[in-house]
């Protein structure tokens, strides 16, 4: 943001600012845009991870009571399970040994990172995808929805972790996520746009046209 701001002041200097301003708005756009979608992704991956968590479970054991399968298949009776349900209600039922190891549903014994999940990043992407004056405000700067999207990252993972460890607390992370490694998955992420932007091979491509 600072960068921008820098940006913006020199573009004051010139001339004919108008479209050097064009641009900086439309990064400024830009990041407001990637922040929205990255909040929308970070939660659609957790609620992807749930519902495959429990598909998982329930295809590995056939012989589970009805009441079980319907469960870990996001239903409730025929009614449709929220995520936080799910959350909760699959890790009790996987885990196997009587014990509710997280409680969503109630606020009062909601604990981190599932407040966070549940308060900020979940009411975001709703009012982000159906806005509405009683849902949170979606007419933000660009460093304001930079910080959550960041946030959401955080705690979107750490959600997972945890949720992963209350299903199989005997087991590692699991590897086909990358061990649910927040580094890692950024790092993953940053050396694919950079190779996005690297016209190096079509440069060869060219030379040898």
């Not at 039922?93 to 999940?117: A, C, H, N």
């Amino acid at each position: 943001m600072d960068t921008l701001q820098m940006l913006a002041e020199k573009a004051k200097e010139l001339t004919d600012p108008s479209p050097a301003m064009r641009q900086l708005n439309a990064m400024k756009q830009s990041i407001c845009r990637n922040s929205r979608l990255a909040i929308f992704s970070f939660y659609a991956f957790v609620e992807c991870f749930v519902n495959s968590v429990g598909e998982d479970f329930a295809c590995r054991n056939p012989g589970l009571p009805a009441r079980d399968q319907e469960l870990l298949r996001g239903s409730n009776k025929g009614s449709h399970l929220s995520t936080k349900q799910k959350i909760q209600k699959f890790a009790e039922i996987v885990r196997g040994d009587g014990s509710r190891p997280l409680i969503l549903t109630d606020p009062k014994q909601r604990k981190e990172p599932f407040t966070s999940f549940v308060q900020h990043v979940k009411e975001l992407r709703d009012a982000a995808a159906h806005y509405a004056k009683t849902k949170a405000t979606i007419w933000l700067s660009p460093g304001d929805w930079l910080a959550p999207a960041n946030q959401a990252c955080d705690t979107c993972m750490e959600v997972a972790r945890q949720f992963w460890h209350a299903c199989y607390p005997e087991r590692g992370m699991p590897d086909y996520l990358g061990w649910l490694e927040t580094e890692r998955h950024v790092k993953i992420a940053e050396d694919r746009l950079a190779a996005e932007h690297d016209d190096t091979w079509l440069q060869c491509v060219n030379a040898q046209t």
